[in-house]
Antibody
Framework: QLLESGGNLVQPGGSLRLSCAASGFTFSSYSMSWVRQAPGKGLEWVASIGNRETFFADSVKGRFTISRDNSKNTMYLQMNSLRAEDTAIYYC????????????????WGLGTPVTVSS | IVLTQSPGTLSLSPGERATLSCRASQSITSNYLAWYQQKPGQAPRLLIYGASSRATGIPDTFSGSGSGTDFTLTINRLEPEDFAVYYCQHYGGSPQMHTFGQGTELEIK
């Protein structure tokens, strides 16, 4: 129901855009988020988007932007000024409650897309 | 809010009961606490939300409890497929961020 794409190897300072294609639910009714997992590490919330409002973790604020196209049932993560510490698997996740409330648990996750930042 | 999970690693045998702890640095309002299971190479799976409500399709061998700052995930009669890493998560928007614990690895003894 959630399929990420766009992960790749990129040099430090570079940019990358991730996509998350959704299916099987009314995409426009749910807040969506990105969560990442560095190699061998735990889960780290990255960003969330509701109807229009967006929120970011301090570690990516000012470098990453999140957006959505409800006509395409797709969410995006634009990542700029990438650093080695951004290396991770990036998961998209769907809120468990409709209404674009932003701050809910995640009831559906994609398989993830890997991002490697290295020269 | 910082979530601290303990133990870091729990070694048990199939059939035993597992008790995993998640402690918050501040009281969590409205029990906005979730638990996830993650197996190697897989995405996390929601187990528990609202501290004690089981997600769709989760067997009743999994149960969540607690309030305030102390929460527990209990897994009764461990099955081989239950051995995985478990994360707790605070949601709810106060503060405006999602926070995960560092995880507990449940391994076969």
């Amino acid at each position: 129901q959630l399929l990420e794409s766009g992960g790749n190897l990129v040099q430090p300072g570079g940019s990358l855009r991730l996509s998350c294609a959704a299916s099987g639910f009314t995409f426009s009714s749910y807040s969506m988020s990105w969560v990442r997992q560095a190699p061998g590490k735990g889960l780290e919330w990255v960003a969330s988007i509701g109807n229009r409002e967006t929120f970011f973790a301090d570690s990516v604020k000012g470098r990453f932007t999140i957006s959505r196209d409800n006509s395409k049932n797709t969410m995006y993560l634009q990542m700029n000024s990438l650093r080695a510490e951004d290396t991770a698997i990036y998961y998209c996740a769907k809120d468990g409650v409709s209404g674009n409330r932003i701050w809910d648990y995640f009831d559906c996750w994609g398989l993830g897309t890997p991002v490697t930042v290295s020269s | 809010i910082v979530l601290t999970q303990s133990p870091g690693t729990l070694s048990l045998s199939p059939g035993e009961r597992a008790t995993l702890s998640c402690r918050a640095s501040q009281s969590i309002t409205s029990n906005y606490l979730a638990w996830y299971q993650q197996k190697p190479g897989q995405a996390p799976r929601l187990l528990i939300y609202g501290a004690s409500s089981r997600a769709t399709g989760i067997p009743d061998t999994f149960s969540g409890s607690g309030s305030g700052t102390d929460f527990t995930l209990t897994i009764n009669r461990l099955e081989p497929e239950d051995f995985a890493v478990y994360y707790c998560q605070h949601y709810g928007g106060s503060p405006q961020m999602h926070t995960f614990g560092q995880g507990t690895e449940l391994e076969i003894k």
